[in-house]
């Protein structure tokens, strides 16, 4: 049995008609459901037999899957921390190290880690943050940003199916709460550690994130006018593809959407 990396090793393989036969609306969110374990591959119709036999796993390892998927990528990274100059990790990641924990700042708070892999922060532990996290330090090559910026798109790994997700599950959502929620842009800057800039993109509305030093992330929205919808891109300076993985990138952005969401439905504010 092979276990998925993510949600787009699945989906390659489906039908795309989103015939609905499994039970979910699209394929994608079948794919979802299985990387999850939520339900069996073997439940969509047009899979060859070879690969439902693939992905195939009994009731304990979907368990184990579904509940451990997160931390066993965290585990992983954490493994080499002890071996790593941190010293060295925090001149090239732009944080700061005291000689018990190297601390960053992500999204205007300090969040660090110890070399015994072990955090030491104020804000949340979520697998969305601490995952990339990890990445950033460890994989990633410490370029200092260009200011030149570029779509999900044209990151060096991204393809149709990535961004297909990447447009649902951050962009979309982050719409929607910029339509409802008219003081998100306020609660961006002033929470977590956001800068306005001079409207990008022909935006009416810019804002920049850190969620780590060297990953500036911009959000531009434009608001509905004359009957035409709003709209809502996210943009990356280009040096992230020498910072982070496009794997880490899905996680943090999807992981913070779906943070923002969670908190303004429930609450109407955003606090962290």
């Given at each position: ?6 949600v787009?090793?699945i989906f ?19 794919a979802?459901a ?10 969509c ?6 690969i ?13 899957m ?31 190290y005291?000689?018990?924990a ?18 030491k922060?104020?804000i ?18 410490g ?8 779509s999900?798109?044209?990151?060096k790994?991204?393809d149709?199916l ?21 003081d ?35 959000v531009?929205y434009?608001?509905?006018?004359d ?29 913070f ?7 303004t ?8």
């Open positions: 049995m092979s276990n998925p990396k993510n787009m090793e390659k393989y489906l039908e795309k008609s989103n015939c609905r036969e499994c039970g979910e609306k699209t394929c994608l969110a079948f979802s299985v990387f999850q374990s939520r339900k069996k591959i073997d439940l119709p047009h899979l060859d037999p070879g439902i036999e693939k992905y195939t796993a009994d009731n304990s390892e979907k368990s184990l579904s509940e451990q998927m997160g931390e066993q990528l965290v585990g992983d990274l954490k493994k080499s921390l002890s071996q790593l100059d941190f010293q060295k990790i925090s001149e090239k990641s732009g944080g700061k005291d000689g018990k190297l601390t960053l700042k992500v999204l205007g708070k300090d969040f660090g880690v110890r070399p015994d892999g072990t955090f922060t104020d949340h532990v979520n697998t969305w943050i601490t995952g990339p996290f990890l990445d950033y330090l460890i994989q990633g090559q370029e200092d940003p260009s200011g030149y910026w570029i999900f798109r044209e990151l790994e991204s149709d990535i961004y297909s997700f990447f447009k649902k599950r951050c962009e979309a959502v982050m719409k929607r709460i910029a339509d409802d929620y008219t998100l842009f306020d609660d961006l800057v002033h929470i977590f550690g956001g800068k306005r800039v001079e409207e990008q993109f022909e935006a009416d509305i810019s804002v920049v994130l850190h969620p780590l030093p060297k990953v500036p992330i911009m531009c434009l608001e509905p006018e009957g035409m919808p709003s709209t809502l891109n996210l943009f990356f300076d280009r040096s992230i593809d020498a910072n982070l993985s496009i794997d880490s990138v899905l996680t943090l952005c999807a992981g959407s779906a943070m923002i969401e969670r908190i439905e429930k609450h109407g504010v955003i606090a962290i």
